[in-house]
C-alpha cells in the first residue's frame, strides 16, 4: 500500500483535531495520543499527523519555523464538486480558520484557501472532470 502522511506542527493539538474534524476529516484513534492525531484525509491514502511542536521538533536538528509567518508548503486536496469546497471552507472559517482571499476560478478548475488556527495552509479545490483526465485545453474545447 502506497500511503502519503503529511506532518504538521500545531500549538494545541486538542484545537487542531476540533478544526479538521470541523471540515469533514476524521481522527484515527489507533494513531493519536497526547503528542499527535493522525487525520484520516482518504481512507488508506492520504493523512495529516499533527504534531505538537514540541514532538515534531524531535524528529529534525533545525529549528521548526511558524507556519503562520513563514509558510513552506501548502497542501491541495481535491474535492467532488464545488459546493464540497464552498463546504470545507466555510466549516473551517466556523472552527477558527481563515481564508485569506477570494475564490480562485478558471472555469475548468476552482479553489479556495484555508489557513488552520496555526497557519497551516490547504487549498481545497475542484476540478472538471475533462479537464482532469485531458487537459484544460480540453476543457475548453468542450465549452466551445
Not at 40 to 49: I, K, T
Not at 78 to 98: C, E, I, W
Request: hydrophobic content about 45%; proline content about 6%.
Amino acid at each position: 500500500m502506497t500511503a502519503m502522511f503529511v506532518n504538521l506542527p500545531v500549538t494545541d493539538l486538542d484545537r487542531a483535531k476540533a478544526f479538521y474534524t470541523a471540515i469533514g476529516f476524521t481522527i484515527n484513534p489507533a494513531f493519536t495520543d497526547h503528542n499527535a492525531a493522525c487525520v484520516v484525509v482518504e481512507e488508506d491514502h492520504s493523512y495529516f499527523m499533527m504534531l505538537t511542536r514540541e514532538y515534531f521538533q524531535t524528529f529534525t536538528e533545525v529549528t521548526i519555523g511558524d507556519p503562520a509567518i513563514n509558510p513552506s508548503a501548502s497542501t491541495a486536496i481535491f474535492l467532488a464538486s464545488r459546493a464540497s469546497v464552498d463546504k470545507a471552507v466555510a466549516d473551517g472559517v466556523a472552527a477558527g480558520g481563515s481564508e485569506p482571499h477570494p475564490a480562485t476560478d478558471f472555469g475548468f478548475m476552482y479553489q479556495r484557501q484555508l489557513t488552520d488556527p496555526d497557519g497551516n495552509v490547504l487549498e481545497f479545490g475542484w476540478m472538471d472532470p475533462v479537464a482532469a483526465q485531458q487537459g484544460p485545453e480540453a476543457y475548453a474545447n468542450q465549452q466551445a
